[in-house]
Structure formats: structure tokens, C-alpha cells
């Protein structure tokens, strides 16, 4: 089995082959190779047993991408992307990556002919949801992305379903919830603060709010991330049918029930790090993203997420701990 | 006022021309000129006052779409397109002309700079959309296309949506039912039948029937599309927010009951025309297809189509008999 991951230097890509190495196996066969690219070339202490080529380029660049799936992996993960904030700033690079990559992936796959299907993993967003919604949106509400980035990734949606239904390619959606807690430095995303104020008050730093309390949001834990992958690698897509794009499993939290989790697992003094600082322009951003979902289609093919916001801050801590 | 005209030799361009002409004025201006634009040169008798320049080109030639925007018309009305059969059947070819050919006009409107913010009238289609579904479709129910047609205009829908909101274009898309009765001969669609079984009797000659009766489809007639067309071009677009792009109102008739209207309209020798001669492709095809839609969005801001399916085919025999 070979597999090529694309963003494989990124948060969820770092960790998804920290675990496909772990397991050694996927699907019931032995992992032998797995491609690793990125735009910065991705350090990975290869295990015995398997092959890590990693390189560095553009997904942009469809010659690039052409020569990656020339090796006929297995099974893709595309992870690779620039973030909203980015896509939004730059309008030109964000079709160029976010869109343009998707097709030349695809467009490289369904080149090598009938009998080259591989299952491809794309990761897409809940941007693609866009206010006005219901207050907890089903799986058949419409996209209607209110950034360049949902859009983009809306895009993809389509084309991964149309390659499928025509047999070019055997993919799965997966729309990710906002991953916290993210760890590292604060990103581009306009999402970012949501991971700041856990991961920033647990480090000892201040971290800023820039939305109020009330504020209600979708998310999931980089575990679940990982694991919503490896399901969606291995699971029977033939349940599927046309529509090969699901919104994943998440919780629903309010801002307040996030501080007042970082208060029951680190108590006061780390949850008094928080402080609040409106911001309009994230304000208004925030005010378009979706806030819960019935996330039931999900589900009944077998994806599942964390429990309480709790256990994704103590896995946070443990990760941390971990990582020294 | 300058107007452009993609796809003007067309079954709706052609009527929207007739009736720009017939107008002489649109949103309370005259009509200067017309730029007509078509695989083939649009042949269109010129009236005085209007100037008519009339080219040939292929919209999938970015350089010809940016030379057409750069006379800056004032409003653009895109209807360039191949139908579902022939997207379906060459899938490079509908990515081409279907997708492509609008991101080369949005691409060539946003390099035209600041200043520059035409309307763009787009022609998408009820195709967007793909069972399993609501009896009646909302407007808030996801696109989810069973054909590669289907997604290139449901990716077209999200570009023109996300240029709008970046404030490049003034983009309105509007999906259009079935147009029926289509004038002339049969078209590669896998939908023609649903004008032949109405044309063919009425013209003295059999029409094959490939579907069951009770097949229920959502229709329009051609000028009900221009009207459609007309109103897109002139209305107030602040009412549509970020959601540039709706689904029209249309009738929702089964096929028993046009055939049915049509004994009514032109007697029983002209219904037993109708052979009956299932097709189990264009059944699969036509299964998949939405029968009922509630297009309130659209009718809230002043859209409005036939009454009856009796008109419909009045209103055919009219235009028939017009043309001579
Ligand atoms: N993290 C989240 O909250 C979240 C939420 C929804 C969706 N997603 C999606 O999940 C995926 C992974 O997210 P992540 O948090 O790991 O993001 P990340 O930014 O950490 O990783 C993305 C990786 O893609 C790489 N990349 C960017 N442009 C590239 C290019 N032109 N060519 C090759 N590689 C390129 C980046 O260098 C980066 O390593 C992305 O597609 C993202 O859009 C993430
Ligand atoms: N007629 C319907 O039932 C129906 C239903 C839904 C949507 N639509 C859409 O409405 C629009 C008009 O429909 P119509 O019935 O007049 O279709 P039509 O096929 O009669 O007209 C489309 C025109 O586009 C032109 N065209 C095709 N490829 C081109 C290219 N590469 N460059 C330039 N021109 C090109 C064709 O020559 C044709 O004259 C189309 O966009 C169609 O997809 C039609």
C-alpha cells in the first residue's frame, strides 16, 4: 500500500502520519511507502519497514502534481490548502491552491487511465455554509459560502463528486469542524483565536477574545481530525452514493462553556489569561459561520468525534506533555 | 446602454435579442448597442438606433472573452453553453465551455478594474440539483447534481456568487426549468422529449415518448426564460444579499397531464401522435431529475412564469404561426 499525503507538513497532515505510521496497516494491508509533500519539504523520522519519500512544491503547479500520482498511490489525502484569512486577503492564490490544486489533482488521477482508482481523501470545511441558516444545520442545507475559502472548498465538493459518479477517482468529503485545540502559533485563519484561548492561557500568555461570550461554534479535536480521516480512508464509500461530501461529527460550545472548561480542567488563574478585546471585523466574520449541525449522515456511516470540550483540552495537555 | 450577449444564437438568445430590440430601452435607458456572441455568427436583422456587432468565437478562449468585456457593456447576459447529453457524453469539453468559459468572463470583467461592475445575468439550471430530494425542492436545499453538467453550473453559481460579494461583478444567476416547448428540431438533451411530444404532434408528425406518464418535471416556456432574463437584468440586487443565485418559478406538470392539455388545446388526432417507447437510459437519467420545486425566493423579488400548460402551448402555436 501506497499512500501519498499532500499538506503533509500541516497540523492535521503532521498528525496523520504520526499515525498511519503507528498503525503500520491500513484497510487490512501493510502500509510500504508513503509519499509526503508539502510546500516546505516534511521532516519525518521514517520508521523500519516503510518508505517516507518526502518533497516540496506548489499543488498550483499541475505538472507537479502529475508527477506525484505518476507513482499511482493507493490512497490520497489532500490536505493541502491556505487558510481563509489568507484566501480572502489574496483572491488569485487562493483559487490557484485551493481550487486549482483540487483539479489538477484530479485531473492527473482520472489521466492515468480506467484502471487507476484510488480512494481520495479531500478535507473541506463547514465554510462552506454561509449565514443565513438554520440554527442547527442538516445534510441536505445548501452551501453558501460567505468567503472565497468556503467557496473554494465548495468547488472541490462538486468536482469530487462528479469524478466519483463518473468513476475517474473514489472520493470522500470530509467537511472538518474548526480544529481546536490547534497547537503552535496563532495562523491566519480568522478562526484562530478559538484555539488561543486555551492554548495560550494553558502556556502562561495572555491570549486575546475578540468576540463575545455567547459566541456558539462547531468544533472537534485534532484526534477526531485524524481519526475522521482514517475512517473515511477505509470505510465503504458504495453507502455514499452521489454524495460523497459529508459535514463531520463536532460539538457545539459556546465561548463562555469553553472558558468555563479551561476553568474546570486548569482552574482560575489560567482562565483569568483571557482578555477580551472586541474586534469588528472577526466579529463580523464569525457572525457568518455556522454554529451547530446535525451531523447525522456522519454518524450512521461510522464517524464519530470527542465527547465534551473537557476531554479535547486534557488531550491537549497530554499532546502537549508528550511533545515536551 | 451596451449589452452583451454570450450564446446569442441560442434558442433563449435569440428571443431575448427580439426582445431588446422590441424594447429599445432597459432599467430606463436606451439601448445602444448590442454585442452579439455565438459558436456562430447570431444572425439579427438591425433596427435603426440600435448598432448590432455580431462575432463568432468560443467562450473557452479566454483571450476572445477578455476582448468582448473589454468594450465594457454595461450588462452581460451569459447563456453560452452545451447541454447535459453533450457534457455528459465529452467530459473535457463541458468543463470547457460550461466552467471554464465563465471563469474566463468573470477573470476578464475583475481585470477590468475598480471602476468597472457590470450586471451579469447567468443561466443556470434546476440540473444543479439531484434525487434523493424534497417533493418540492426549497430554496435553501443543497445543489447536489447528478450530472457533469449539473456541477459545472453549480460551480459557476458559486463563482458568480463569490465575485458578486467581492464586489467584481453584479451577478445574478437564475436557474431556469425545462423550456418547453423548445421551437425546431430535437437537441442532444437528454430532456428534448419533453418539447417533442408537444411539437412533434402539433407539427403533423410522431413523437417518441421514452419515459412513463406519470413522470412529473418542473417547466417554463421560452418566454417565460426571457422574462426571466429581462427581470434579472433590471432588479434590485441588494434584496439577494450574498445568494445571488435562485431557482425560478416554473409549473410542475406530469406527463400525462401536457398530453392531456394538449388534447385539449389541439385535439385527440394531435395527442395520439405520442409513441410510446420506454428508454431505460434516459428513464435512469430523467429519475434522478427534480419534479416539483417551491421557488418563493424568487417570487418575493418579482419573478413570475406561466399559469397553465394550456398557455404554454397556445402561446407555441402563436409563435409557430408568427414565424411563419
Ligand atoms: N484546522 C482547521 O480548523 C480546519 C477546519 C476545516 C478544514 N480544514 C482543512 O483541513 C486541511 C488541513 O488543515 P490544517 O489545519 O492541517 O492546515 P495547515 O495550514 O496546518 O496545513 C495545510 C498544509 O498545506 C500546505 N500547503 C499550502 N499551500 C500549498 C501548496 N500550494 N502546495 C502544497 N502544499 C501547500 C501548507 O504548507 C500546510 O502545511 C486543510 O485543507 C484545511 O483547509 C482545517
Ligand atoms: N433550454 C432549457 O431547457 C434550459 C434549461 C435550463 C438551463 N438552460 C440554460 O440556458 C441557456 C440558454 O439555453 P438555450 O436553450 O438557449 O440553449 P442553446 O443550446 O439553444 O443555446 C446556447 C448557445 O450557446 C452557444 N455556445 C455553445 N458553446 C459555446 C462556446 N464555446 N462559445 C460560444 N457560444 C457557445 C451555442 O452555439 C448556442 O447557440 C444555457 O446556458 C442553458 O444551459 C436552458
Known amino acids: 500500500m501506497r499512500i501519498l499525503v499532500l499538506g503533509a507538513a500541516g497540523m492535521v497532515g503532521r498528525r496523520l502520519i504520526d ?3 503507528a498503525e503500520k496497516t491500513i484497510a ?20 523500519e519497514g ?19 500520482v505518476a507513482k499511482r498511490p493507493d490512497m490520497i489525502f489532500h490536505l493541502a490548502a491556505i487558510v481563509s484569512g489568507e484566501a480572502e486577503a489574496d483572491f488569485d492564490k487562493g483559487y490557484r491552491i485551493n481550487q486549482e490544486g483540487m483539479s489538477h489533482l484530479l485531473e492527473a ?7 487507476y482508482r484510488p480512494r481520495l481523501v479531500f478535507t473541506s470545511s463547514i465554510a462552506v455554509f454561509g449565514a443565513p441558516f438554520e440554527e442547527k444545520i442538516t445534510d441536505t442545507f445548501l452551501a453558501a459560502p460567505l468567503t472565497s475559502y468556503g467557496t473554494q472548498k465548495a468547488i472541490c465538493e462538486l468536482l469530487l463528486n462528479d469524478y ?20 503552535g502559533k496563532p495562523n491566519k485563519a480568522a478562526s484562530s483565536f478559538f484555539s488561543g484561548i486555551i492554548r495560550e492561557p494553558l502556556a502562561g500568555e495572555e491570549a486575546i ?46 465561548i463562555a462553556e469553553m472558558i468555563e472548561a479551561l476553568r474546570e480542567v486548569a482552574g482560575d488563574a489560567v482562565a483569568n489569561r483571557i482578555r477580551r478585546e472586541p474586534d469588528a471585523v472577526i466579529e463580523k466574520i ?12 456522519a454518524e450512521s456511516v461510522g464517524f464519530s468525534a470527542d465527547k465534551s470540550f473537557s476531554d479535547i483540552i486534557r488531550a491537549h495537555i497530554a499532546d502537549e506533555a508528550a511533545r515536551g
Request: glycine share 10%.
Open 109 to 115: 488521477i482520472r489521466a492515468e487511465g480506467e484502471n
Open 19 to 21: 499515525r498511519l505510521l
Open 164 to 183: 466519483s459518479r463518473k468513476g475517474f477517482v473514489d472520493g470522500v468529503g470530509i467537511r472538518l469542524p474548526t480544529i481546536v485545540v490547534r497547537p
Open 209 to 254: 477574545l475578540p468576540v463575545a461570550d455567547d459566541v456558539r461554534h462547531w468544533v472537534a479535536s485534532p484526534a477526531s481530525a485524524v481519526g475522521f480521516l482514517m475512517h473515511a480512508a477505509t470505510m465503504d464509500t458504495d453507502v455514499l452514493g452521489a454524495r460523497r461530501c459529508l459535514t463531520m461529527p463536532g460539538l457545539s460550545v459556546t
Open 28 to 47: 487490512g494491508e501493510t502500509i510500504g511507502a508513503i509519499d509526503a509533500f508539502d510546500v516546505v519539504e516534511p521532516q519525518i523520522a521514517a520508521p
Open 286 to 297: 464569525v457572525a457568518g459561520w455556522p454554529r451547530d449541525f446535525d451531523a447525522g449522515r
Open 50 to 68: 516503510v518508505e517516507i519519500h518526502s518533497s516540496a512544491g506548489d499543488i498550483a503547479d499541475a505538472a507537479t502534481v502529475k508527477a506525484l
